[in-house]
């Protein structure tokens, strides 16, 4: 999304039937979008809370390795956990590749937190 596109969503004034389509197709063709597209918006809203629910657990996570000085990431998790997204993936017919991109792209975010914390905690106990 670009900044203008950004500015023209915002989160308060949502227009579930905002489209760069409006007026250049067919009612029935944008009615039909426009149904399909109110599943997209609650997928969309459901990724955004489960996110934020994974992102609250990892911050828990974050505190334990930073006070038992554990390293920030854990490789034989990731490796066991993308094999099993990947098979979950391909039983439910979504690109493998794309699920385990999904996943690391989440992680490494998660290791910048992780990272984030250890550094807080550090500079608190060289402050006592
Ligand atoms: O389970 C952990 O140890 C985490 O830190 C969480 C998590 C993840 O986001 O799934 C993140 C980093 C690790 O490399 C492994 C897994």
């Known amino acids: ?6 500015a023209l969503a915002d ?3 949502f227009d579930p039937s905002a489209s760069s389509l409006a007026g250049h197709v067919d ?3 944008m009615d039909e979008l426009l149904s399909i597209r109110s599943s997209i918006d609650n997928i969309d809203a459901t990724l955004v809370y489960l996110l934020a629910e994974r992102f609250k657990a990892t911050q828990k996570v974050g505190v334990l390795k ?5 390293p920030a990431g854990d490789p034989g998790r990731e490796a066991a956990q993308i094999a099993r997204l990947r098979r ?10 794309f699920a385990e991109k ?9 290791i910048r937190h992780h990272e984030a914390i250890a550094e807080d905690h550090q500079a608190t106990i060289a402050q006592a």
């Open 88 to 97: 979950l993936a391909e039983e439910a017919h979504l690109d493998p590749a």
């Open 102 to 110: 999904f996943l690391n792209f989440i992680i490494s975010e998660v």
């Open 27 to 29: 009612q029935a063709v």
């Open 66 to 70: 930073a006070t038992y000085k554990l």
């Open 1 to 6: 999304m670009t900044e203008q596109n950004h």
């Open 11 to 13: 989160a308060d004034s």
